[in-house]
């Protein structure tokens, strides 16, 4: 896989505070925050960088560089999952508005031995250049620099003879948004982030789905009943490989797909739920269901229930890293929430 150094910009800590307010305003108006100088270059020259994260229960480490936008075209950057096509056309509208990309795409590698002990040789004897506190002040961000000519040939030498394919972690919509516009005149190389399984957890999002006004929430029932085994009402969730919760009414209920089929459970629920028990055909289109990420706590479960009382909310269980790299078929949107979650403006490359 052809991957390149760059020259990036970081936060100047001098001048600006990296909080919830200068990030917001940095994600609603990137423009204005960019002309105000408050982005350095992190080198004169092209440099790798080397991104962690830690927080309480986890600490991540990638590598950050261009990739070229050939291997997604050519399919080397494989997809995991459908694309939504509202927020498909979002992405290009900002990526237009910004010319700057100021978030990596998160890829997921096989692990590569090599490349491990360069990043930890590069953390171990370096300092990082930013250290951040944020979402939470439970969570650090820091980054490093690779400019060693040395080291960059080798990087660039493990992904050009060892890494032939990468599965998008999270990024599938700017993958598919830059693929759109990709021509001479547009960026041949998107901002994206390198980590092996270990380095990532997979997490899943609720799915919310509006009820039809014509139809009551047993008629839901009894047709979700005829699709599953197993069907039981439970006090909690669960999770367990294969089960599937449906929360409607105050009520939890606990039950697997009726298929004999191997294929993974996302797509069996999107083929033999959503159009037969939801009416829902295509769900990258349909305004009757939205997702929201999985709760971090029970009063974000609480929350979710409250505001969502009327709709039927679903959750399929989790899958891992190793099982989304060696899967050969395209899920439905939203099977996945991979961890660590990339923040904007840690590293901006301007296009």
Not at 153 to 159: G, S
Not at 286 to 301: G, T
Request: proline letters at 5%; a positive charge.
């Amino acid at each position: 896989m052809e991957i390149f150094p760059f020259k990036g910009y970081i936060p100047d800590l001098s001048k600006i505070s990296f909080d919830d307010a200068f990030y917001q305003h940095m994600r609603e108006n990137f423009n204005e925050v960019l002309s105000q100088s408050v982005f350095k270059p992190a080198d004169n020259l092209p440099c790798y960088y080397i991104l962690e994260i830690q927080d309480h229960r986890h600490t991540s480490t990638g590598l950050i560089a261009l990739t070229s936008m050939d291997e997604y075209m050519e399919d080397s950057i494989l997809r995991h999952e459908h694309t939504i096509a509202v927020k498909e056309k979002l992405h290009r509208t900002l990526h237009a508005a910004r010319k700057a990309m100021i978030k990596p795409a998160a890829l997921l590698m096989h692990k590569n031995a090599a490349l491990q002990q360069i990043l930890s040789e590069c953390k171990l004897n370096s300092q990082p250049i930013l250290v951040i506190k944020f979402p939470d002040h439970q969570t650090m961000q820091r980054l490093w620099k690779i400019n060693s000519p040395v080291l960059i040939m080798k990087i660039t030498k493990i992904f050009l003879t060892k890494v032939h394919s990468a599965i998008i972690a999270d990024g599938h919509h700017r993958f598919a948004s830059l693929a759109h516009v990709h021509s001479a005149q547009h960026p041949k190389s998107i901002l994206s982030i390198y980590f092996a399984p270990q380095e990532m957890q997979v997490s899943t999002f609720y799915r919310i789905i509006k009820k039809l006004n014509a139809e009551s929430y047993q008629a839901v029932l009894d047709r979700m009943k005829k699709k599953s085994i197993g069907w039981k009402e439970v006090d909690r969730i669960q999770s367990k490989p294969g089960i599937i919760h449906l929360l409607c009414q105050d009520k939890i209920f606990r039950f697997k797909l009726k298929v004999k089929n191997k294929a993974p459970i996302h797509l069996n629920f999107s083929k033999y739920v959503l159009g037969p028990v939801f009416n829902i055909r295509d769900e990258s289109k349909s305004k009757r269901i939205k997702y929201v990420e999985y709760p971090a706590n029970d009063e974000e479960h609480k929350l979710i229930l409250e505001k969502h009382s009327k709709a039927f909310i679903i959750i399929l269980p989790l899958l891992t890293a190793h099982q989304i790299l060696v899967n050969k078929k395209i899920l439905p949107p939203k099977s996945t929430m991979f961890t660590p979650r990339i923040i904007n403006g840690l590293v901006v490359v301007p296009v």
